[in-house]
């Protein structure tokens, strides 16, 4: 597996949630190696401390939950970089079960962070985005938000499908001066999916995605080369849903 480093996001400043771990952490990676400056934001002080450290970002710490929070290291993140021309929101959980095994507050938080949370980071960072000459907001949505698999993840499912139609919502009211997408992957081994990733033989290309080959997906959604591409759920399944 390779990436091949192109001064794609040069001069760009750019703020990426979830980025302690898994495939927002390899975003931040990937995004310093295209010449972008980043800040890290994670609820995990260490983990983003450490991810930080790791591709020479700047962390800030918040739960997305947090609006307060938000707001604090959203004006942190934006002054250690300058300003902020994209968002890369990846801050997100999975609570998997049927009906029965998940209560209320259980489904409540996967809503607040996946979905409400998103939803804050975005309003904190928007002033910024307005700054910036021309802007993108990436979400972190998922295939479950478009096509639904298994009987046991419905919280997931309902919160991605909620965030997909963010998405929709916010690239009409943000245009033309930001642009809005959310990339749609299927299984990821990370530590979100530990333990139940499968091989992922259901998928037409056989096999689990590894996070660059979404971080790249999500690269072309930041950058120059989807200049005219708004409001889209890009999936990345291996030929999952076919949307
Ligand atoms: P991960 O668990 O490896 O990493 C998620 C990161 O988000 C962690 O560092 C965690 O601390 C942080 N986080 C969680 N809740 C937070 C909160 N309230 N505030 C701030 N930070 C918080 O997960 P991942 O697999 O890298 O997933 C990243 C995103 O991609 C998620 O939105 C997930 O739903 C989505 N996704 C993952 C897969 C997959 O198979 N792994 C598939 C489709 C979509």
């Not at 997305?64 to 004006?75: E, N, P, S, W, Y």
């Not at 259980?106 to 607040?112: D, K, L, M, N, S």
Request: proline content about 5%.
């Amino acid at each position: 597996e390779e990436h091949r480093p192109n001064a794609r996001l040069a001069g760009r400043r750019i703020l990426v949630t979830g980025a302690g771990a898994g495939i927002g952490r390899c975003t931040a990676g990937l995004f310093r190696a295209e010449g972008a400056a980043v800040a890290l934001l994670d609820r995990d002080a260490a983990a983003v401390e450490a991810a930080a450290a790791a591709c020479g970002g700047a962390p800030v710490v918040a739960d997305v939950t947090d609006a307060v929070a938000v707001d604090r290291a959203v004006a942190s993140a934006a002054a250690a970089l300058g300003g902020l021309d994209d968002l890369v929101n990846c801050a997100g959980i999975s609570r998997p079960g049927r009906v029965e095994e998940v209560d209320i507050a259980a489904f409540r938080q996967v809503i607040e962070v996946n979905l409400i949370g998103a939803h804050a980071v975005i309003r904190a960072c928007l002033p910024h985005l307005r700054a910036a000459p021309w802007a993108t907001i990436v979400n972190l949505a998922s295939g479950q938000g478009l096509v639904p698999a298994g009987p046991s993840n419905a919280a997931y499912a309902a919160s991605k499908g909620g965030l997909i139609t963010l998405t929709r919502s916010l690239a009409q009211e943000f245009a033309p001066l930001i642009r809005v997408n959310s990339v749609c992957p299927g299984m990821v081994p990370t530590g979100m999916t530990a333990g139940r990733s499968g091989d992922g033989r259901q998928y037409a290309l056989k096999r689990n995605a590894t996070p660059l080959e979404v971080a790249q997906a999500i690269l072309f959604l930041a950058g120059t080369d989807s200049a005219f591409v708004t409001g889209i759920a890009l999936p990345v399944d291996g030929g999952r849903t076919f949307h």
